[in-house]
């Protein structure tokens, strides 16, 4: 009998995680889906084995898993939470949400001492935010990384020319990346029709409720590069912008010419597009991905987010964002109006790019090669020196056990 039950058993295990999309809902709690979660998971795998090799000692599990479900903080349930917590709060921070996706594990975190929230996936921060009450409802809140106020210059490009833009006319954006939402919540604001491609749901849930992300913009959730092939030779954009770092890599497939050239053709012929880079710029995988940039766009100017470090080190990780035109010829920033700050001092200190980046001597130090479709082993051997490198920031930004149970 046992024997014959087992086939079943494990063709029905099988085929639950197969087809776990269409019963998800059986599984949600609390707004996390308990079966796709790590821990779930493990067991899910032991199941079919066990079913295969029945014994008598398998008894003895019985109470090592329940211990597990009932006092184990990784348990993605409500009484797993309040234990996580009850380490958190030792060190000023609280737990407001969690969950297992498919570009890793995501978080969202309130630092209570000092007062921000963010959003983790794995062993990067996707952004954070102030948690003071603006002046009303709709304002925004205070970012607190820079590196996305400055992506929103991309409204302050003008060719020096002198040809000045009509700013009565609406614009249209693409945000590749979603993060917390800093960036697109801005253009918004401003009243440019956004578009926001992101691969992950749980980012964008999370974006959407905590981080009070707006509703009235258009939200993709799909594979970037499936979207651009898609809509390379179809949709317009004055503004792109390209925030896809996560988790100390960036997804090399988003940092190839062919992407590149898609998004090229993506931008209207005043178009500007914004690229963030966030790593070490002392290594090759940088160099890479800026010759790549500057093979597809004939203008470019690259602005790290900080000022450079003084005399010679081992590292400098910053995030590096490329402001790239798709015509040729020179271009500068007009300087931001009140209306631009949209009532944020990070944006009066921080909107306007100020630390420029010759590229020319990282490229040449390097001897980097463009990243293309059929040859990115190149960029993902290198980028595992970045990984590790901006491992070692985050443990700066945030304590190491926070990392380790949050």
């Not at 380490?87 to 001492?113: E, H, W």
């Not at 970037?224 to 004055?238: C, I, L, M, Q, R």
């Not at 090229?264 to 690229?275: F, H, K, S, T, Y």
């Not at 443990?395 to 056990?401: F, I, L």
């Amino acid at each position: 009998m046992i024997t014959g039950l087992i086939p079943r058993l494990t063709t029905a295990t099988v085929a639950l995680v197969a087809h776990i999309t269409n019963i998800s809902d059986l599984f949600v709690l609390h707004g996390t889906l308990l079966v796709r979660s790590r821990l779930a998971l493990y067991y899910l795998l032991a199941i079919p084995q066990a079913l295969y090799n029945p014994s008598k000692f398998l008894i003895v599990v019985v109470v090592p898993i329940m211990h597990s479900i009932m006092f184990s903080a990784y348990t993605p349930l409500p009484h797993g939470n309040n234990i996580l917590n009850g380490t958190l709060q030792n060190f000023g921070y609280s737990l407001m949400a969690r969950q297992q996706s498919n570009t890793g594990y995501i978080s969202v975190l309130d630092n209570v001492k000092d007062g921000f929230r963010v959003m983790r996936c794995d062993h990067s921060l996707l952004g954070g935010e102030w948690l003071q009450q603006p002046g009303h409802e709709h304002q925004l809140r205070e970012p607190v990384y820079a590196v996305f106020v400055m992506l929103e210059a991309v409204r302050l490009v003008q060719p020096d020319s002198g040809v000045q833009e009509d700013r009565n006319i609406q614009k249209n954006a693409l945000v590749v990346g979603l993060g917390i939402g800093t960036t697109p919540a801005a253009l918004v604001a401003h009243g440019v029709r956004t578009t926001v491609v992101e691969i992950d749901p749980v980012v964008h849930d999370f974006a959407t409720r905590f981080f009070r992300l707006p509703s009235n913009h258009t939200s993709v959730i799909q594979d970037a590069v499936v979207f651009v092939d898609e809509h390379s030779h179809k949709a317009k954009y004055d503004y792109i912008i390209h925030d896809v770092f996560t988790g100390g890599a960036e997804p090399i497939n988003l940092f190839t010419a062919e992407f590149l050239q898609g998004l090229r053709d993506m931008l209207d012929e005043d178009g500007v597009v914004a690229i963030n880079y966030a790593g070490d710029l002392q290594i090759r995988s940088a160099s890479m991905v800026i010759r790549t940039v500057l093979s597809v766009f004939p203008t470019c100017r690259l602005f790290r987010e900080d000022a450079a470090p003084a005399g010679t080190t081992e590292t400098d990780f910053t995030n590096l964002v490329m402001f790239c035109r798709k015509t040729a010829g020179s271009f500068g920033f007009r300087q931001p109006t009140r209306a631009d700050f949209l009532g944020s001092q990070a944006r009066q200190y921080h909107l306007l790019p100020q630390h420029e980046v010759d590229p020319r001597s990282m490229i040449i130090r390097h001897g980097a090669d463009i990243v293309r479709k059929n040859n990115t082993h190149g960029l993902a051997k290198a980028q595992v020196e970045s990984a590790l490198g901006h491992w070692k920031v985050m443990r700066s930004v945030v304590p190491d056990t926070v990392w380790e149970t949050w």
